[in-house]
């Protein structure tokens, strides 16, 4: 029989392993989904058509306090003007304890965050001791950082979200503010009334937006969905008893017998038959799933917004009048395809759809605001935010998308994209994740290039008052105006040589080095030369 040792060592090694197996038991009903939290994130992303960046650092201002730490940096002279983008993270549902958030990029950098939590140039995370937890209630406001009562931060307050307590402080929400790597995921051809919106990302966009300001009024177009690019066709297979195409690839082994070769051709081509038939089989399972989704939102966008533009219907997949389709212009010819097993070419973009803009809209009439932020206001509830949500962005941004004076497109990015460029991990689990991002394309007008040209002979003019107003729009137009200005940095008239230098180093765009020729010196990449003394003429 056992000892008495050895008896309580065997009781006192079932106690841990009771206890390790009640904690492990405990973690998991935490990280269980049944558990009712909802996560909410909501995102702008805003971009020029020929930016590489979104929400770039030296283009807008910062939407945190000044008692928050930011990398931005912007020109006071267009931190009035520009729009300061910020995204938000809010919880719903029950409590919740020893929460841990965690959020990264491959795709660039985070600048700012509130509150304080752990930071990296590619990774944000709330977490650690005190450990961060859920509350319906706070027993005391001071917790709260003060705000004015008219700054976004109070009324980011109001709603029914959960506080995010830590130690002595809470707050109704994490913050923070992002720069991307992106490109414009949709483009205009046209104008000025009728536009043709292409779909130039790999990803369904939503909620696809085209809006002008006027004297007269806002005047606007809706798509509900733009479809996402498709692959190219695979190449053809040799009829059978036809000689193989010059392009054929050789045999795998080149150093091996008859026999050998044959059966690897043999096997490379049903693999490559086998390859192509699933791919087509997607695609044609994708259209199918578009076609149906289109079929169903046709009549109802109609009703809804007769003259806010077509349904986006690609031709092959609805009747010709249920939207007008139009086809970029057509690429050269090449070969369908060019992988190791012939395979499918780079994505091209969808068809284009073919919009109206609505005729100018009061701004106090009633179908103004049904076309404008109502009809933003309910696509935002259809794609799950809060209604208290929902008003702090539209009040914030709407000016951005309604009042602007150049031509602005916006979209709604599919959530998958937004996962790819911003994973987020929160434990315990969330029962349910909503992340919406809209991204806004300024001075989407593709117009715009012929203005830019004529406002940088402008920088030359014999007027200084047409030269300051030239300077401040290409100031404005930001990444527009970059490919002009530096073409012009060897330019004989040397006031155009020197004010367009000064817009590409405020706008931190470092000049060509051929500017130095001009006056001798050259401005080393990343160094920013001092602003030249512009003399009146």
Same mark, same amino acid.
């Given at each position: 029989?056992?000892?008495?040792?050895?008896?309580?060592?065997? #009781?006192?090694?079932?106690?841990?392993?009771?206890?390790?197996?009640?904690?492990?038991?405990?973690?998991?009903?935490?990280?269980?989904?049944?558990?009712?939290?909802?996560?909410?994130?909501?995102?702008?992303?805003?971009?020029?058509?020929?930016?590489?960046?979104?929400?770039?650092?030296?283009? /807008?201002?910062?939407?945190?306090?000044?008692?928050?730490?930011? $990398?931005?940096?912007?020109?006071?002279?267009?931190?009035?003007? %520009?729009?300061?983008?910020?995204?938000?993270?809010?919880? /719903?549902?029950?409590?919740?304890?020893?929460?841990?958030?965690?959020?990264?990029?491959?795709?660039?950098?985070?600048?700012? /965050?509130?509150?304080?939590?752990?930071?990296?140039?590619?990774?944000?995370?709330?977490?650690?001791?005190?450990?961060?937890?859920?509350?319906?209630?706070?027993?005391?406001?001071?917790?709260?950082?003060?705000?004015?009562?008219?700054?976004? +931060?109070?009324?980011?307050?109001?709603? &029914?979200?959960?506080?995010?307590?830590?130690?002595?402080?809470?707050?109704?929400?994490?913050?923070?503010?992002?720069?991307?790597?992106?490109?414009?995921?949709?483009?205009?051809?046209?104008?000025?009334?009728?536009?043709?919106?292409?779909?130039?990302?790999?990803?369904?966009?939503?909620?696809?937006?085209?809006?002008?300001?006027?004297?007269?009024?806002?005047?606007?177009?809706?798509?509900? =969905?733009?479809?996402?690019?498709?692959?190219?066709?695979?190449?053809?297979?040799?009829?059978?008893?036809?000689?193989?195409?010059?392009?054929?690839?050789?045999?795998?082994?080149?150093?091996? &017998?008859?026999?050998?070769?044959?059966?690897?051709?043999?096997?490379?081509?049903?693999?490559?038959?086998?390859?192509?038939?699933?791919?087509?089989?997607?695609?044609?399972?994708?259209?199918?799933?578009?076609?149906?989704?289109?079929?169903?939102?046709?009549?109802?966008?109609?009703?809804?917004?007769?003259?806010?533009?077509?349904?986006?219907?690609?031709?092959? @997949?609805?009747?010709?009048?249920?939207?007008?389709?139009?086809?970029?212009?057509?690429?050269? &010819?090449?070969?369908?395809?060019?992988? @190791?097993?012939?395979?499918?070419?780079?994505?091209?973009?969808?068809?284009?759809?073919?919009?109206?803009?609505?005729?100018? @809209?009061?701004?106090?009439?009633? &179908?103004?605001?049904?076309?404008?932020?109502?009809?933003?206001?309910?696509? @935002?509830?259809?794609?799950?935010?809060?209604?208290?949500? +929902?008003?702090?962005?539209?009040? /914030?941004?709407?000016?951005?998308?309604?009042?602007?004076?150049?031509?602005?497109?916006?979209?709604?990015?599919?959530?998958?994209?937004?996962?790819?460029?911003?994973?987020?991990? +929160?434990?315990?689990?969330?029962?349910?994740?909503?992340?919406?991002?809209?991204?806004?394309?300024?001075?989407?007008?593709?117009?715009?290039?012929?203005? =830019?040209?004529?406002? =940088?002979?402008?920088?030359?003019?014999?007027?200084?008052?047409? #030269?300051?107003?030239?300077?401040?729009?290409?100031?404005?137009?930001?990444?527009?105006?970059?490919?002009?200005?530096?073409?012009?940095?060897?330019?004989?008239?040397?006031?155009?040589?020197? %004010?367009?230098?000064?817009?590409?180093?405020?706008?931190?765009?470092?000049?060509?080095?051929?500017?130095?020729? $001009?006056?001798?010196? $050259?401005?080393?990449?990343?160094?920013?030369?001092?602003?030249?003394?512009? +003399?009146?003429?």
């Amino acid at each position: 029989m056992p000892s008495n040792d050895r008896l309580r060592r065997i #009781r006192l090694l079932g106690a841990i392993a009771g206890a390790a197996l009640l904690a492990q038991a405990a973690v998991l009903r935490a990280a269980d989904p049944g558990e009712g939290l909802e996560v909410h994130d909501v995102s702008l992303w805003i971009i020029d058509p020929d930016g590489k960046m979104a929400n770039s650092r030296s283009a /807008h201002p910062s939407a945190l306090p000044v008692t928050v730490n930011s $990398v931005r940096s912007v020109q006071s002279s267009l931190a009035t003007r %520009r729009v300061a983008p910020i995204n938000l993270l809010t919880f /719903h549902g029950r409590g919740a304890a020893g929460v841990d958030v965690d959020l990264r990029t491959n795709a660039g950098s985070f600048l700012a /965050h509130w509150p304080p939590g752990d930071s990296l140039p590619n990774r944000l995370r709330w977490s650690g001791m005190p450990p961060y937890s859920l509350v319906e209630k706070i027993e005391d406001e001071t917790e709260l950082v003060f705000a004015d009562s008219d700054d976004w +931060i109070a009324k980011a307050r109001e709603g &029914d979200a959960l506080y995010v307590k830590r130690g002595a402080r809470s707050e109704r929400f994490l913050a923070y503010d992002v720069e991307l790597k992106l490109d414009a995921p949709v483009r205009l051809e046209g104008g000025p009334d009728k536009f043709v919106v292409i779909n130039t990302s790999g990803a369904t966009l939503y909620d696809v937006l085209v809006a002008r300001a006027t004297p007269e009024g806002c005047r606007v177009a809706w798509i509900d =969905v733009l479809p996402k690019s498709e692959p190219s066709a695979p190449e053809a297979a040799p009829q059978e008893g036809q000689p193989p195409p010059k392009s054929a690839k050789p045999p795998l082994n080149l150093f091996s &017998d008859a026999p050998t070769r044959a059966r690897a051709a043999a096997a490379t081509k049903d693999a490559e038959a086998k390859d192509a038939a699933q791919r087509l089989a997607q695609i044609a399972a994708e259209r199918a799933r578009i076609a149906d989704a289109l079929a169903k939102q046709a009549p109802a966008a109609k009703a809804a917004d007769p003259a806010a533009g077509a349904v986006p219907v690609p031709a092959e @997949l609805q009747p010709v009048d249920a939207g007008a389709a139009k086809e970029p212009a057509a690429a050269p &010819d090449k070969p369908a395809g060019t992988g @190791l097993f012939g395979g499918l070419t780079a994505p091209k973009p969808a068809p284009g759809v073919e919009v109206t803009l609505c005729p100018p @809209l009061a701004a106090d009439s009633p &179908d103004a605001a049904a076309k404008t932020t109502q009809s933003l206001s309910d696509r @935002l509830a259809k794609a799950g935010l809060a209604p208290s949500e +929902i008003k702090l962005f539209v009040d /914030h941004y709407g000016s951005l998308f309604f009042e602007d004076e150049a031509l602005v497109v916006a979209c709604r990015l599919d959530p998958a994209a937004i996962d790819e460029k911003l994973p987020l991990s +929160i434990f315990p689990m969330p029962t349910r994740t909503v992340r919406v991002a809209m991204v806004v394309v300024r001075n989407a007008d593709p117009r715009l290039g012929d203005e =830019v040209e004529k406002l =940088v002979a402008q920088l030359g003019d014999a007027k200084f008052a047409v #030269r300051e107003a030239a300077q401040k729009r290409l100031v404005e137009l930001g990444p527009l105006a970059f490919g002009a200005l530096n073409q012009v940095l060897n330019h004989a008239d040397l006031e155009i040589v020197i %004010r367009a230098e000064r817009i590409l180093l405020n706008q931190q765009q470092t000049p060509d080095a051929r500017a130095g020729a $001009v006056r001798g010196r $050259v401005v080393a990449p990343g160094v920013f030369a001092p602003a030249p003394v512009i +003399i009146n003429r």
